[in-house]
């Protein structure tokens, strides 16, 4: 076997259930895993997914670029953008606009609701589906160089409601239960350029490879260990958390929950990072307060994590049972491994009220 010999996915190849369109080197790109010789997912969906995947490929190369200094740097202020969304900078809004063009070119998308934008943008009549975005998570980050993230979720279009008019059908579009989601992804700007994504059936991760342009599949049916020993959390806030949370994270860190051995701490403060450690190492990523989106942040990720076997709560109910009322409702998510997540639950009270909107 070629180069690809050493992963993950070249050992399964010919397992049940992997697609035929793993090569003979083991190498298969994320165009020919949803194809027709792997998941066989429908044909539109592929070229929406292409248009994606050539988005996320310019966002990576922008955030990596030298030349994005100034574009990392705050315009206006959280004032100017409505209570319901943080000042944007540069470049969250130029990752809105390149992830809008290569909708619009799809060809196959009725509406886009982004955090980046009031209200939801209607692109096509008669585009099959709908994408909601957070187009670059985690930019607060980006002065630093520290890891940020593009989520998407994807619904189909209701057809039943074409003939209301434009903004009234577009929010109804947009406000869909995350149980109708039918793919999301989030794509990792880190040391790897890393693509997950699931389409209902199984979780799996594709790695950008810089010489061929091409995301290759190196994480197929990721499962996300049962425990982890991992929590991640701004606990800076402890002594804004309900008790229930601090009883919590006081226990696992001295090692007297039911696994018995001493959680660590890692928190990136970059949701799709933090995730992503999440779904390799297993534990819980957590935000208590009312802060991560539910639209654009919770419903995507809870799909991915449930179908990589673990669990999205806002601390008491699953996710993706939640109808959003607003674009932008804000919620406490808890993303992670299921043993973890359940002991976390017991406790009850772990959903942070006190909200005072901290500085950094
Ligand atoms: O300030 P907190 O509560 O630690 O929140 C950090 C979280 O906010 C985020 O930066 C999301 O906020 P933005 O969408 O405003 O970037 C996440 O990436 C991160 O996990």
């Given at each position: 076997m070629a180069s690809l010999s050493g992963f993950r996915v070249g050992s399964q190849k010919g397992s049940a259930g992997s697609p035929s369109s793993i090569g003979d080197d083991g190498s298969c790109t994320l165009m020919e895993y949803v194809g027709k010789r792997g998941l066989n997912v429908e044909d539109d969906l592929v070229v929406l997914l292409h248009h994606i995947q050539y988005a996320c490929k310019r966002i990576a190369a922008l955030v990596?670029?030298?030349?994005?200094?100034?574009?990392?740097k705050h315009v206006g202020s959280s004032s100017d953008v409505g209570s319901d969304r943080d000042a944007p900078k540069p470049l969250d809004i130029v990752s809105n606009e390149i992830i809008l063009s290569s909708l619009q070119k799809s060809g196959k998308v009725a509406v886009m609701a982004s955090e980046e934008n009031d209200a939801p943008i209607w692109i096509s009549d008669d585009g099959p589906y709908v994408v909601v975005t957070d187009p670059l998570d985690g930019s607060r980050n980006i002065d630093a160089s520290i890891p940020t993230g593009t989520i998407f979720g994807i619904?189909?279009?209701?057809?039943?409601?074409?003939?209301?008019p434009t903004e009234e059908k577009a929010m109804i579009n947009s406000l869909q239960s995350g149980r109708r989601l039918v793919a999301a992804g989030y794509v990792l700007y880190s040391s790897a350029t890393i693509l997950c994504a699931t389409f209902g059936s199984g979780t799996h991760a594709f790695t950008l490879d810089h010489s061929t342009g091409d995301f290759i599949l190196t994480h197929p049916n990721i499962k996300v260990p049962?425990?982890?020993?991992?929590?991640s959390v701004n606990d800076a806030r402890y002594f804004d958390w309900p008790e229930g949370l601090r009883r919590y994270i006081d226990t696992v860190?001295?090692?007297?929950?039911?696994?018995?051995?001493?959680?660590?701490?890692?928190?990136?403060?970059?949701?799709?990072?933090?995730?992503?450690?999440?779904?390799?190492?297993?534990?819980?990523?957590?935000?208590?307060?009312?802060?991560?989106?539910?639209?654009?942040?919770?419903?995507?990720?809870?799909?991915?994590v449930e179908q990589a076997g673990g669990r999205g709560s806002d601390g008491k109910n699953r996710i993706l049972a939640l109808q959003p009322a607003q674009l932008h409702q804000r919620l406490p998510l808890f993303l992670g491994s299921l043993e973890d997540m359940e002991e976390l639950e017991s406790y009850g009270d772990i959903q942070q009220k006190v909200n005072p909107g901290y500085e950094v």
């Open positions: 990596a670029s030298p030349f994005n200094q100034s574009l990392g619904y189909k279009r209701f057809d039943e409601i074409d003939n209301l049962p425990r982890g020993q991992i929590y860190r001295q090692g007297k929950g039911i696994y018995p051995k001493k959680y660590s701490a890692r928190y990136i403060c970059s949701l799709v990072a933090d995730l992503h450690r999440t779904l390799m190492y297993g534990g819980v990523a957590m935000n208590p307060r009312n802060h991560l989106r539910l639209v654009y942040e919770a419903n995507p990720l809870s799909f991915i």
